[in-house]
T-cell receptor, first 113, second 116 residues
Framework: DQQVKQNSPSLSVQEGRISILNCDYT??????FLWYKKYPAEGPTFLIS???IKDKNEDGRFTVFLNKSAKHLSLHIVPSQPGDSAVYFC????????????WGAGTKLIIKP | DSGVTQTPKHLITATGQRVTLRCSPR?????VYWYQQSLDQGLQFLIQ???????AKGNILERFSAQQFPDLHSELNLSSLELGDSALYFC???????????????FGEGSRLTVL
């Protein structure tokens, strides 16, 4: 039972345009969502997070939107840059599960020149 | 630099052998996690330790074991290795269990294991 789903294994976007990565979840008890970025042969690095009490969090070129009624969150990257090419993981946690992270399978983002 | 240190970075061994991967968590973190990433696969959670005790178990094979020592470093032992065990093994640490916890994991650079 996948509680966190990233249905797009890969996404290709033109440099300078907006990249939108999507994540769906099934557990309404999740109260914290995180996005991680991973380059090949490196460990994932934290990118941005959002609490379930918010619907938007912005950090520079990165914005995460949360739609609790749809159990959906998205990561927007504007403008997309070549260095954004990486695998992006969505993860979620719940207080009643002691904040254990549940991971999506990842989406490989390719920024085309 | 996440503050999490993993050794070795690369390891090549033969089937049937046993290896030990080592992880030093970020300063102040009591919780350590082990993840496996096979070729083009997502992150598979293996096991979590908190202050020396096993806290959560994921898809960890019986041939694999881990422990966390009093100084909080952790080791992942992989035995009777098979070709399919070739993967990147990541260690992460967090402030889980502590007041300052935000849920964020800090990952090491990984240990690449190749089983021939």
């Amino acid at each position: 039972d996948q509680q966190v789903k990233q249905n797009s294994p890969s996404l290709s976007v033109q440099e300078g345009r907006i990249s939108i990565l999507n994540c769906d979840y099934t557990n309404s008890m999740f109260d914290y969502f995180l996005w991680y970025k991973k380059y090949p042969a490196e460990g994932p690095t934290f990118l941005i997070s959002i609490s379930s009490i918010k619907d938007k969090n912005e950090d520079g070129r990165f914005t995460v939107f949360l739609n609790k009624s749809a159990k959906h969150l998205s990561l927007h990257i504007v403008p997309s840059q070549p260095g954004d090419s990486a695998v992006y993981f969505c993860a979620a946690s719940a207080k009643d599960s002691n904040y254990q992270l549940i991971w999506g399978a990842g989406t490989k983002l390719i920024i085309k020149p | 630099d996440s503050g999490v240190t993993q050794t070795p970075k690369h390891l090549i061994t033969a089937t049937g052998q046993r290896v030990t991967l080592r992880c030093s968590p970020r300063s102040g973190d009591l919780s350590v996690y082990w993840y496996q990433q096979s070729l083009d696969q997502g992150l598979q959670f293996l096991i979590q330790y908190y202050n020396g005790e096993e806290r959560a178990k994921g898809n960890i094979l019986e041939r694999f074991s881990a422990q966390q020592f009093p100084d909080l470093h952790s080791e992942l032992n992989l035995s009777s290795l098979e070709l399919g065990d070739s993967a990147l093994y990541f260690c992460a640490s967090s402030a889980w269990g502590q007041v300052k916890n935000t849920g964020e994991l800090f990952f090491g650079e990984g240990s690449r294991l190749t089983v021939l």
